[in-house]
């Protein structure tokens, strides 16, 4: 996968490889020991966010980073990863 700065990243739409809007980026987790991206934390979490059974913080539902398979005008992570 091809580098790209996260800040860039800001209120891109995620979707799963299946077509299905989970929301919007609102922020990251990052390891500290490593420095890379854990989660992606999204706000404005759509039904589906919830019907998959994202793990849910304060700060909003956590998509494990792992899952991400491709990134554009929205993220792409597959679905089959987050169940």
Request: hydrophobic residues 40%.
């Amino acid at each position: 996968m091809e580098r790209v700065e996260a800040s860039s990243l800001y209120e891109r739409p995620v979707v799963t490889d299946k077509g299905r809007r989970l929301g919007l980026i609102a922020d990251f987790l990052f390891d500290e020991r490593t420095g890379e991206i854990v989660h992606i934390i999204l706000k404005n979490p759509t039904e589906n966010a919830v019907k998959l059974g994202l793990e849910k913080t304060k700060d909003g539902y956590l998509v494990p980073f792992s899952s991400v398979k491709a990134i554009g005008d929205f993220v792409v992570v597959s679905e089959e990863d987050l169940v």
